[in-house]
Structures are given as C-alpha cells and as structure tokens.
T-cell receptor, first 109, second 117 residues
Framework: SQQGEEDPQALSIQEGENATMNCSYK?????LQWYRQNSGRGLVHLIL?????REKHSGRLRVTLDTSKKSSSLLITASRAADTASYFC?????????FGKGITLSVRP | GAVVSQHPSWVICKSGTSVKIECRSL??????MFWYRQFPKQSLMLMAT?????????EQGVEKDKFLINHASLTLSTLTVTSAHPEDSSFYIC?????????????FGNGTRLTVT
C-alpha cells in the first residue's frame, strides 16, 4: 500500500529559484529518504533523515521531518536545469521502503 | 562508480516467452536484494525481497510462479518473467542495501524496460 504522498505532483520553476517538495505519510517510520530519478533510469539516493532528526543538509539540499505531522519537505536551493527529474520520498519502516508517487520537477534554463 | 549493475537495460519479447533480468551488486556482497516494478509516471512498487540462499519473499498480489527470483550468490539476483504477457510490460528495477549498516539507503540498478508484444 502507498505510504508516502508527495505534493505538488509537478513543479516548474526558473533556474536559480528554490524548489520545495513535500511528502506526507501515514504510519510510524524508522527514517525517511528522498530519491531522484532521471527519466528511464534507476533511482539515486539523495538524503536520509532519521525519525529522531528534524532537519538535515547536504549541499544544496535541505530536508525537514515533522513526525508529529507525519510530513517531510525537500528544499533544493539555487536550482539548476540539471535538477530536472522526478523526486520520490520513501518511508522506511522495519527496513522496508515504501515510495510515494513522486514529484516531477522541471527547471527552466 | 556504479554500485549495482542491471542487465539488460531494455528487452522486447513476444507474448508467451520468458525473460530473465540480472542484478549484480558490484561493490559489496548483498545478502538481500529488492525487486521493484514501476509503471509510467507511477511510483515504485516492491515486488519481492530476494534473499541469498533462500526463497524470495513476495509482496501481496505478486505471483511467485510468474516472477521467479533466484539469488544464488551474494552478488547476483535474477528475476525471470515467465510466460510474459503485454500487461507485464513495465520498468523493473532492482536495488541492494549495504549490509551491516543501520538505516542504509538503497542502491538502485538502472532498470530494465520490458516490452511484451
């Protein structure tokens, strides 16, 4: 069954702008992960945030986790055309990952 | 470099034939590998967990006799789609988790695009 639900489903921004993507889930989790997928390719792990963490940074990525609201956000700062891809949140519960439907991000040059 | 190698990257087969997809862990020995299926513009759905030296664990609704999984070594798992039908056309992706680490992220292969005609 689907666990993570991202919004918006699609996002189009201008290069240089920030992109914020949200994910909500329903049950308790061990951690939440964000992945990126270029068209027709496998997924690439971006960042993992544990259930006892509230915020994490990695380069231009910033992820937050609010376990009370069962939600997470992924912020990509100073976006680039190369950031164009689909982004998925995945919740880890008992070492089993469940993926959301994904967000399609388009960054216009 | 790539951690997981998946082969082939695409395959077209006729209805009724079987197709084998290989997933190799290049960087470490993987006792567990995961097989996902993804429809266009959809999420990844876990099909089964492949366990080295034992039977795979299938998710509810996945036919184990249709999707045969063999994990004969610590670096190789195969998924065989038997008697393929057009509705089996999809993107199949394998992944591995680095052993011995808590909360380990998954490393994915580049996927296999299966088209059944």
């Amino acid at each position: 069954s689907q666990q993570g639900e991202e919004d918006p489903q699609a996002l189009s921004i201008q290069e240089g702008e920030n992109a914020t993507m949200n994910c909500s889930y329903k049950t308790s989790i061990n951690n939440l992960q964000w992945y990126r997928q270029n068209s027709g390719r496998g997924l690439v792990h971006l960042i993992l945030i544990r259930s006892n963490e509230r915020e994490k940074h990695s380069g231009r990525l910033r992820v937050t986790l609010d376990t009370s609201k069962k939600s997470s956000s992924l912020l990509i700062t100073a976006s680039r055309a190369a950031d164009t891809a689909s982004y998925f949140c995945a919740t880890d519960r008992n070492s089993k990952l469940t993926f959301g439907k994904g967000i399609t991000l388009s960054v216009r040059p | 470099g790539a951690v997981v190698s998946q082969h082939p990257s695409w395959v077209i087969c006729k209805s009724g034939t079987s197709v084998k997809i290989e997933c190799r862990s290049l960087d470490f020995q993987a006792t567990t590998m995961f097989w996902y299926r993804q429809f266009p513009k959809q999420s990844l759905m876990l099909m089964a967990t492949s366990n080295e030296g034992s039977k795979a664990t299938y998710e509810q609704g996945v036919e184990k006799d249709k999707f045969l999984i063999n994990h004969a070594s610590l670096t190789l798992s195969t998924l065989t789609v038997t008697s393929a039908h057009p509705e089996d056309s999809s993107f199949y992706i394998c992944s591995v988790s680095r052993p011995g680490r808590d909360y380990s992220p998954l490393h994915f292969g580049n996927g296999t695009r299966l088209t059944v005609t």
